[in-house]
C-alpha cells in the first residue's frame, strides 16, 4: 500500500518536473530563435525595400533590356557596394529582379549553382508586406538554410514582377540546433536526477505515515487478541445465567440478557473484522490453498443462511453447477460468501429477494469463477458507490448500527478477492436493489 503511494508521489513530481522542463525547452527555444534570427530578419527586410527601390524600373523596362546576373559583384556601383558589406556578414546572400514571366532579369548572387533552384522556390510566390521565409537547400550534399523575403509590383490588378532576396542564415540555424540539444541533454539530466530525488522525498515523507501507520495497526492488532478472550467469557457467563434464571427473571431482565447477547455479539464480530485487516496489513495471513468444489462450499454456505432469510421473511435462490473444482483459499472463500449474503440480507426488506449464483467465466488458461450476490434492497447510490469498500464506510449509520453492521465486512471482501488476484465490482441502483460480482482465477493445482 505505501509503496504504490510513494510510487504515485514519485511519478506525480516526475510528471510535474516534465512538465516545466518541456515548458522551459519551448520557452527557450522560442526566445532564443527570435533573438538569433531577427537581425537577420531586420537585414533581409532592409535588403529587400532597397533593392525594390533600385529595381521597380527594371521590371517595368523588362522588355526593352535584360543586363544579367553577376556572380558576387554587380554592374552598378551601388549594387557592389551593398553586395561587399552582405558578403562580409553572410557566407551566401542574393537578389533577383523578375518579370511577369518568373525570368530573372537581374540580379546578384553568391552560389550561382543554387539559382535554379531559388528561382523555383520563388515562382508563383507573392509574398505578403513584411513576409520572411526560412527555406532550405543543399549544397554539395549539405543543408543550407536561406532567410527569403520579396516584394511584388502591381500595375493595377495586373502582377509585373518583383524582387526576391535572401541571406544565409545556416550558422544561426546550427547555433540554435546545437543549443537546443544541450538544453534538452541538460532537461533529461535534470530529469533523472529529479526522479531520484522525487523517490528520495517521497519515502522521506511516507516514513512517519508508515511509523504511525504500524503503531496503529500494533495497536488494533494487539487490542483485537486481548479482547477476544473476555469477549468469550461475557458471552459464555451470559449463556449461563440465561439458562440458569430463564424461568426466575422478569421480561425485563431477560430482554437485558438478549440486548447484551446481541452487542456481544456484534463486538465479537467487529474483534474479529479488526484482527483480520490488521493482520492482513501486516501480511501475517497467507491464503491457505487447496483444491475444493466452489459448488459445494456455496451450496453449503446457501443452506446455512436459508433459515436467517427466512426468519427476516426474505425469498433465496441458488444457482451453481453440479460440480466446479478450484485452487483457492477455502476458508476465505467461505467468509467472502458469508459477508456478501449478510450484506445483502441487511439492505433487503421483508418480501424482497437474495440470490446467489455461481458460474464458471472464460476458457483454458483465462477461466474464472463468477460469484453474483444480487438482492432486491434499497440500493446505493452513484456517490456512495466509490467508497463502499472502504473501512468503517458505511451508507446509513444508524440503519448499520442496527443491523449489526460494522462497516468492515465489505472491506474484508475486497482484500480477500484481491489477495486471490481476482475482482469484485458492484451495480447497484437507488431503490432498486444491488448486483456485487466477483471474479476469481481458477488456478491449477
Given at each position: 500500500?505505501?509503496?504504490?503511494?510513494?510510487n504515485?508521489?514519485?511519478?506525480?513530481?516526475?510528471g510535474?518536473?516534465?512538465l516545466?522542463?518541456l515548458?522551459?525547452?519551448?520557452?527557450s527555444?522560442?526566445?532564443?530563435s527570435?533573438m538569433i534570427y531577427?537581425?537577420?530578419?531586420?537585414?533581409?527586410?532592409?535588403?529587400?525595400?532597397e533593392?525594390?527601390?533600385?529595381h521597380?524600373k527594371?521590371?517595368?523596362n523588362a522588355?526593352n533590356?535584360?543586363?544579367g546576373?553577376?556572380?558576387?559583384r554587380?554592374?552598378?556601383h551601388?549594387?557592389?557596394?551593398k553586395?561587399?558589406i552582405y558578403?562580409?556578414k553572410?557566407?551566401y546572400f542574393?537578389?533577383?529582379?523578375?518579370?511577369?514571366?518568373?525570368k530573372?532579369?537581374?540580379?546578384?548572387?553568391g552560389?550561382?549553382?543554387?539559382?535554379g533552384s531559388i528561382v523555383?522556390e520563388v515562382?508563383?510566390w507573392?509574398?505578403k508586406?513584411?513576409?520572411?521565409s526560412?527555406?532550405?537547400?543543399t549544397?554539395?550534399?549539405?543543408p543550407?538554410?536561406?532567410?527569403?523575403?520579396?516584394r511584388?509590383?502591381y500595375?493595377?490588378n495586373?502582377?509585373?514582377g518583383?524582387?526576391?532576396?535572401?541571406v544565409d542564415?545556416?550558422?544561426?540555424?546550427q547555433?540554435?540546433?546545437?543549443t537546443v540539444?544541450i538544453?534538452?541533454m541538460?532537461?533529461?539530466?535534470f530529469?533523472?536526477i529529479s526522479?531520484l530525488l522525487?523517490l528520495?522525498?517521497?519515502?522521506r515523507?511516507?516514513?512517519?505515515?508508515m511509523r504511525?501507520?504500524?503503531?496503529?495497526?500494533?495497536?488494533?492488532d494487539?487490542?483485537?487478541h486481548?479482547l477476544?478472550?473476555p469477549?468469550?467469557?461475557l458471552?459464555s457467563s451470559?449463556?449461563?445465567l440465561?439458562?440458569?434464571?430463564?424461568?426466575k427473571?422478569?421480561e425485563f431482565?431477560?430482554?437485558?440478557?438478549?440486548?447484551?447477547k446481541?452487542e456481544?455479539?456484534?463486538?465479537?464480530?467487529?474483534?474479529g473484522y479488526?484482527?483480520?485487516?490488521?493482520?492482513?496489513?501486516?501480511?501475517?495471513i497467507?491464503?491457505?490453498?487447496?483444491?475444493?468444489?466452489?459448488a459445494?462450499?456455496?451450496?453449503?454456505t446457501a443452506?446455512?443462511?436459508?433459515t436467517?432469510?427466512?426468519k427476516?421473511k426474505?425469498h433465496?435462490?441458488?444457482?451453481?453447477?453440479?460440480e466446479l473444482i478450484?485452487?483457492?483459499d477455502?476458508?476465505r472463500?467461505?467468509?467472502?460468501?458469508?459477508?456478501?449474503?449478510?450484506?445483502a440480507?441487511?439492505?433487503?426488506?421483508e418480501?424482497?429477494?437474495?440470490t446467489l449464483r455461481?458460474s464458471?467465466?472464460?476458457?483454458?488458461k483465462?477461466?474464472?469463477?463468477?460469484?453474483?450476490?444480487?438482492?432486491t434492497?434499497v440500493?446505493i447510490?452513484?456517490?456512495?458507490k466509490a467508497?463502499?469498500?472502504?473501512r468503517f464506510?458505511?451508507?446509513?449509520?444508524g440503519?448499520?448500527?442496527?443491523?449489526g453492521?460494522?462497516?468492515l465486512?465489505?472491506?474484508?471482501a475486497s482484500?480477500?478477492?484481491?489477495?486471490?488476484k481476482?475482482s469484485i465490482?458492484?451495480d447497484?441502483?437507488?431503490g432498486k436493489?444491488?448486483?456485487?460480482t466477483?471474479?476469481l482465477?481458477?488456478?491449477?493445482?
Amino acid at each position: 500500500m505505501f509503496k504504490k503511494t510513494r510510487n504515485r508521489l514519485t511519478i506525480l513530481f516526475t510528471g510535474l518536473m516534465i512538465l516545466f522542463l518541456l515548458s522551459f525547452i519551448l520557452t527557450s527555444y522560442f526566445l532564443l530563435s527570435f533573438m538569433i534570427y531577427e537581425d537577420s530578419r531586420a537585414n533581409v527586410r532592409g535588403l529587400v525595400a532597397e533593392e525594390f527601390n533600385d529595381h521597380a524600373k527594371d521590371i517595368i523596362n523588362a522588355g526593352n533590356y535584360h543586363k544579367g546576373i553577376s556572380a558576387g559583384r554587380n554592374h552598378d556601383h551601388d549594387d557592389e557596394v551593398k553586395a561587399s558589406i552582405y558578403y562580409k556578414k553572410y557566407r551566401y546572400f542574393f537578389y533577383y529582379v523578375v518579370d511577369a514571366n518568373g525570368k530573372v532579369i537581374k540580379g546578384d548572387e553568391g552560389l550561382p549553382q543554387l539559382r535554379g533552384s531559388i528561382v523555383k522556390e520563388v515562382q508563383g510566390w507573392r509574398p505578403k508586406q513584411d513576409e520572411i521565409s526560412l527555406k532550405t537547400f543543399t549544397v554539395d550534399g549539405n543543408p543550407m538554410y536561406i532567410m527569403m523575403a520579396g516584394r511584388s509590383l502591381y500595375a493595377g490588378n495586373r502582377y509585373q514582377g518583383g524582387v526576391y532576396v535572401g541571406v544565409d542564415v545556416t550558422e544561426q540555424h546550427q547555433a540554435l540546433k546545437r543549443t537546443v540539444t544541450i538544453l534538452t541533454m541538460v532537461a533529461v539530466a535534470f530529469l533523472f536526477i529529479s526522479s531520484l530525488l522525487g523517490l528520495y522525498m517521497s519515502d522521506r515523507a511516507m516514513q512517519p505515515i508508515m511509523r504511525s501507520f504500524t503503531r496503529q495497526r500494533e495497536f488494533v492488532d494487539n487490542a483485537s487478541h486481548e479482547l477476544r478472550t473476555p469477549l468469550t467469557i461475557l458471552q459464555s457467563s451470559l449463556e449461563v445465567l440465561e439458562t440458569e434464571e430463564k424461568g426466575k427473571a422478569s421480561e425485563f431482565s431477560l430482554q437485558v440478557m438478549d440486548d447484551m447477547k446481541d452487542e456481544l455479539k456484534w463486538m465479537t464480530r467487529l474483534v474479529g473484522y479488526l484482527l483480520t485487516l490488521a493482520r492482513a496489513d501486516s501480511g501475517v495471513i497467507e491464503l491457505a490453498y487447496e483444491s475444493f468444489d466452489a459448488a459445494a462450499v456455496a451450496q453449503q454456505t446457501a443452506r446455512s443462511f436459508e433459515t436467517l432469510l427466512a426468519k427476516r421473511k426474505q425469498h433465496f435462490a441458488y444457482e451453481a453447477p453440479d460440480e466446479l473444482i478450484v485452487y483457492a483459499d477455502r476458508e476465505r472463500v467461505i467468509q467472502l460468501l458469508y459477508i456478501l449474503l449478510d450484506n445483502a440480507s441487511k439492505y433487503t426488506p421483508e418480501g424482497g429477494s437474495v440470490t446467489l449464483r455461481v458460474s464458471e467465466q472464460g476458457k483454458e488458461k483465462n477461466r474464472k469463477v463468477r460469484i453474483d450476490v444480487i438482492d432486491t434492497g434499497v440500493g446505493i447510490s452513484l456517490e456512495n458507490k466509490a467508497r463502499i469498500f472502504d473501512r468503517f464506510y458505511r451508507v446509513d449509520k444508524g440503519r448499520s448500527r442496527e443491523m449489526g453492521g460494522t462497516g468492515l465486512g465489505l472491506s474484508i471482501a475486497s482484500w480477500i478477492v484481491k489477495a486471490h488476484k481476482g475482482s469484485i465490482q458492484l451495480d447497484s441502483m437507488l431503490g432498486k436493489g444491488s448486483v456485487f460480482t466477483v471474479l476469481l482465477p481458477i488456478k491449477e493445482t
